[in-house]
Each structure stands twice: as structure tokens, then as C-alpha cells.
């Protein structure tokens, strides 16, 4: 195994999963399942494909998409934690699965969405855990305070790609 495929050159987890969830997905939740090289060369048949549909299956009715991480999949600046685990593979692969919602489409009212649409909108105050960036936005904001009165939201740092939940302040 000397060949190169053509893949696209160091991309990043973010671009791999971007590029196969719809345009107006919003993540959700993601699965990880480490492949070793040891499981792909002694699994009778296609485990990768196997594992893929188990995975698949869990998700269950919520949309969901799933990719297969190789090396060179991943940037080290972004994705550490899955660079690490994919290391730990020796040679084998990671399956990951992310479920999403979809943005209601607009001037479409009713619908259970329980969030509001993505407004983009800067926010102050918070730090990247990953990389320390305060070059955040908002990403969503739930409709409805919790029991504590504090309305959650969902944070994106515009340099990493990292996604955390915070209260509005
Ligand atoms: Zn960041």
C-alpha cells in the first residue's frame, strides 16, 4: 500500500463533516468508534462499513450523517483530541457520526424548532477552551429560559470551529 489516494490535502474534521452534512445543518451530538489496524486487517468483511451502520443505527430517527477519519483528515490545531485517538488507531480509522437539526426555513412559522435561527451574532466574555480565542458568536439561543431563569446558548469560536453552551448574561 504505496499509493496516494486523491484526497483532498490536510483538511480538517470540521471541512470533512461540513462537507457531508446538508447546508443548514446544525450539529447536535457526535459518536466516535476508534478502528486499530489490528481490527481492519482480522475482521471478516467490511467493518468499517459495518461499524458504519451500527453507528447509524444508534443515532436512530434523529438526521444524522457519518464519515470515516483517516490520517490526513484531521488538523492537529483543531482536532487534538481526534488526532490523538485516531493515532492510537496505528494505522486504522475512525468512524464518526454527528447528528444535526435542521434551520427551519424561513417565513415558515409552526414546527416544534426549540431553538431560533442562527443570528451569528458576536459575543463577548466567553474564551475558546481549544484554542483560547475570544472571537466568538452565537450559534443558537434556546426560546425559553430553564428552570433557573438563565437561557441557554450554543457559542462558536470563529477561529477553531469549538462549540460550547453558555447562559445569556
Ligand atoms: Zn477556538
Not at 78 to 101: A, I, K, P, Q
Not at 140 to 148: M, N, V
Request: with cysteine; charged share 25%.
Amino acid at each position: 500500500m504505496t499509493t496516494e489516494h486523491d484526497r483532498e490535502p490536510a483538511g480538517s474534521l470540521r471541512s470533512l463533516v461540513y462537507a457531508a452534512l446538508p447546508p443548514d445543518a446544525n450539529p447536535t451530538d457526535t459518536a466516535c468508534q476508534p478502528l486499530h489496524r489490528h481490527v481492519l486487517d482480522n475482521a471478516q468483511g467490511d467493518v468499517v462499513e459495518l461499524t458504519r451502520e451500527k453507528m447509524s443505527t444508534t443515532f436512530g430517527d434523529t438526521p444524522h450523517v457519518v464519515v470515516t477519519i483517516r490520517d490526513g483528515d484531521l488538523d492537529p490545531a483543531t482536532d487534538g483530541e481526534l488526532v490523538g485517538m485516531l493515532e492510537r488507531t496505528e494505522g486504522g480509522v475512525l468512524v464518526f457520526g454527528v447528528s444535526y437539526v435542521l434551520d427551519a426555513p424561513p417565513g415558515r412559522g409552526g414546527g416544534p424548532t426549540r431553538f431560533t435561527g442562527a443570528t451569528e451574532e458576536p459575543v463577548r466574555g466567553e474564551e475558546c477552551q481549544e484554542c483560547g480565542s475570544t472571537d466568538a458568536f452565537e450559534v443558537q439561543r434556546a426560546e425559553t429560559p430553564d428552570a433557573h431563569g438563565r437561557t441557554t446558548r450554543l457559542v462558536e469560536c470563529r477561529d477553531c470551529g469549538a462549540v460550547w453552551d453558555s447562559y445569556v448574561s
